[in-house]
């Protein structure tokens, strides 16, 4: 069942030199409050983006083991 995710910082990791010269100047990991999922977010001169893309599981996908 799709939600809509209700993210909480849980981790503000220091921004390396390489990222503060992509113009990243903080980045913190988020994590829903209902399904627990973890998003990276960065923050730029533009606002907070989320920094992959939140791709929902369909019957498509395999689990491979």
């Known amino acids: ?11 503000h ?3 390396t030199t390489e990222m503060k ?5 903080a980045a913190e990991i988020r994590k829903c409050r209902t399904c627990q999922v ?3 977010f960065v923050l ?3 606002g907070w ?5 939140d791709k929902e599981a369909d019957e498509r996908d395999v689990l491979l083991a």
């Open 44 to 46: 730029t001169k533009d």
């Open 1 to 11: 069942m799709k939600h809509r995710h209700e993210y909480e910082p849980i981790f």
């Open 13 to 15: 990791p220091n921004p």
């Open 49 to 53: 983006f989320q920094f992959f893309e």
């Open 38 to 40: 973890e998003m990276t």
């Open 21 to 25: 010269a992509l113009g990243i100047k």
